[in-house]
């Protein structure tokens, strides 16, 4: 069989091996043999000094207790953090009383009428279908309660994503200034959003609203900066010329321009305020995330699904709906929505006079025992004494003793400063030396909060996680991109996985593998997988056609053309698909702390349940350094730069 060749820039030597790499890597050998002497003569220990760590418990012990002093006396907190709290409830409760009063038929029929104007019949009886099921599943109130809460939260995180991106799509001042601060928000995992939140505003409706809120803005304001600051300067020299004003050349052309971008930003704030909408239950939230909640306290694996599956179809109509935005609206114009609205009063309208507001009892349809006769059987028979493969908890006990343990046990017995040369020289290799030194930085800074070795123990699950993730990731996505009928049939397992909120997968995943790290592991591959695997069937179905052409008349074979040509040329994109999985992976893992993850994980949840503000903070921000950490490792700049990050 032929063998193919390429040019060195397309299609030749690996990354490591090119010009440029090896001089980065000769570089490095110097600098190793000339540092690791010395610092082994200085630091033979493997723990990190205790004379380069700042304790902040004190201080931050001091300021919980003053915010928890003067939280109902002082003005701060009376006149300005009060009245935020109080329109935030009357906010909810006001979206929630004219959810209320329109009855499932009214509702029903105002989401299935807007998706018919966005998107045609069929994805209106979809979303129709969807809100019905809600109902069937006895959870209309819960749904209507995490909807009220939803759109408020969504309109005030729109608005102030919309804000920050035009100041920092029209300054690049503001720009590099706010660049950092949304890497630190998008980074942050949404558990370590909610302690702050909770001692300002208490537990209840406004501290949910506002950590999501929080989580949920930062990719409206760089989706809006970025559609922006993209726009086609051309055109933007067009309007310039015919003599209109700043603010004319925003609404005429900036703007119209920015479209896509600013409908994908409003598509994203949905998917992550509703992921946050249903984390934040543990701090008062209501509605699904709440019964999701209780059924992870109880493991009761049908009451969860009862409740997971409308948060999932929400998911799923509130994805499809934005997206088809994005496409343009269906011809119409002001009459079609006239005709919408008119027929959305009218069936409330006739269902408040028939009586019909609330959904009927009788109109139920209980899955919760037949899904936990189900699960019994599958943890009967499948959780241990399987034949010839061990069961559920074997295979998690096997995953921990043989690759946790021993990837935790070397990394904590690395010396701390071998770490830091480690994630200079991966940083460097793939970015710059500004690269390497933020990444550095990062790393070093979750050692000067005192908490090194639990940072270890968390990445050592990271690592672990993101590898099954990208061999599973990877794997299916060459299949998916190689079969057209494959991919069509994995499409909607994937929408189904990527629209479900974190917390859902850790019911199944304790039922079936019980408490610890790899149960934590487990779930954040099965979140992370659809990401990588639409990522890299993306990025290989965009390669050149010409290159593969080039390849058959060679006489390559199938394997030689993804081997030599396509995954080469797809290089980018699969770096992209290492990225997504790293940082979705870290989210999930530190939210295992809820089901004996530990680490970071564990100390975040427990300041949390014991308001300990300095045990949380700390770890938040050295879950925050060691997100930022991974992003610059495994992320190029160029790939940076194009995101605009």
């Not at 099921?133 to 939260?153: D, I, N, R």
């Not at 770890?619 to 925050?624: D, F, M, P, R």
Request: aromatic share 6%.
């Amino acid at each position: 069989m032929a063998t193919l060749t390429a040019t060195p820039d397309r299609v030749g030597l690996p990354g490591l091996l090119r010009h440029r790499a090896v001089g980065k890597l000769a570089l490095l050998a110097v600098a190793a043999a000339v540092l690791v002497p010395l610092a082994d003569a200085h630091w033979a220990s493997g723990s990190w000094p205790q004379a380069l760590t700042v304790d902040l418990s004190k201080p931050l012990t001091g300021v919980s207790d003053w915010i928890i002093d003067n939280r109902d006396s002082h003005p701060l907190f009376l006149y300005f953090f009060g009245y935020i709290s109080n329109a935030v409830v009357l906010s909810v409760r006001a979206v929630y009383l004219v959810l209320l009063a329109a009855g499932w038929a009214g509702v029903t029929a105002a989401a299935g009428l807007l998706a018919w104007r966005v998107a045609g019949v069929r994805l209106a009886l979809g979303t129709a279908a969807a809100l019905l099921a809600c109902g069937l599943l006895g959870m209309w109130v819960p749904t209507m309660q995490t909807l009220a809460l939803m759109v408020v939260a969504v309109l005030v995180s729109v608005v102030l994503g919309v804000l920050l991106g035009l100041a920092a799509g029209l300054s690049d001042r503001t720009f590099r200034a706010l660049r950092p601060v949304l890497d630190t928000m998008q980074v942050l995992p949404a558990f370590a959003y909610l302690l702050p939140v909770v001692l300002v505003f208490g537990i209840g409706v406004p501290a949910a609203v506002l950590a999501t809120v929080v989580y949920a803005a930062p990719p409206m304001a760089r989706l809006t900066a970025l559609g922006l600051r993209g726009a086609d300067h051309e055109v933007l020299e067009a309007v310039e010329s015919l003599g209109t004003t700043a603010r004319q050349r925003l609404f005429t052309a900036r703007l119209p321009l920015a479209r896509r971008e600013l409908l994908l930003g409003l598509n994203q704030t949905i998917m992550m305020a509703l992921s946050m909408a249903v984390i934040a239950s543990v701090i008062g939230a209501g509605g699904l995330g709440d019964r999701v909640y209780q059924a992870l306290a109880s493991v009761d694996v049908g009451a969860a699904l009862a409740a997971g599956l409308p948060i999932v179809l929400l998911a799923v109509v509130l994805d499809r709906v934005t997206g088809a935005a994005g496409e343009g609206l269906r011809p119409g114009g002001r009459a079609g929505w006239a005709y919408a609205a008119a027929a959305t009063v009218a069936v409330a309208v006739a269902a408040r006079l028939a009586g019909g507001l609330d959904w009927p009892g009788s109109w139920t349809v209980q899955i919760a025992e037949p899904v936990n006769r189900a699960v019994d059987w599958m943890t009967a028979h499948l959780y241990s004494g399987v034949p010839y493969v061990g069961g559920t908890a074997d295979w998690a006990g096997h995953f921990t003793t043989w690759i946790l343990d021993p990837l935790r046990a070397g990394l904590q017995w690395l010396p701390w400063w071998s770490v830091l040369l480690v994630v200079a020289a991966l940083a460097w290799l793939i970015g710059t030396w500004r690269t390497a030194l933020t990444a550095v930085l990062a790393m070093a800074a979750t050692g000067v909060l005192g908490v090194w070795k639990p940072s270890l123990d968390t990445l050592s699950q990271v690592l672990a996680a993101v590898a099954v993730t990208l061999v599973l990731g990877v794997a299916t996505g060459i299949a998916a991109a190689r079969s057209d009928r494959f991919e069509r049939l994995l499409r909607p397992v994937l929408d189904v996985f990527q629209t479900m909120p974190q917390f859902v997968y850790l019911i199944p995943v304790v039922a079936l593998f019980g408490v610890g790290r790899a149960p934590a592991a487990v779930a954040a591959v099965v979140y992370a997988l659809p990401a990588v695997v639409r990522i890299t069937t993306q990025g290989l179905r965009q390669v050149d056609p010409a290159a593969l052409e080039s390849a058959r008349s060679l006489g390559a074979s199938s394997v030689q053309q993804l081997r030599q040509v396509q995954l080469p040329l797809a290089r980018p994109a699969l770096l992209l698909a290492v990225n997504q999985g790293v940082v979705l992976v870290l989210a999930v893992v530190i939210i295992g702390g809820l089901v004996g993850g530990g680490a970071l994980g564990y100390d975040v949840v427990f300041g949390l349940a014991q308001g300990d503000l300095a045990t949380g903070l700390v770890a938040g921000a050295a879950i925050v350094c060691l997100g930022l950490m991974l992003d610059r490792v495994t992320q190029p700049t160029e790939r940076r730069a194009q995101k605009g990050a």
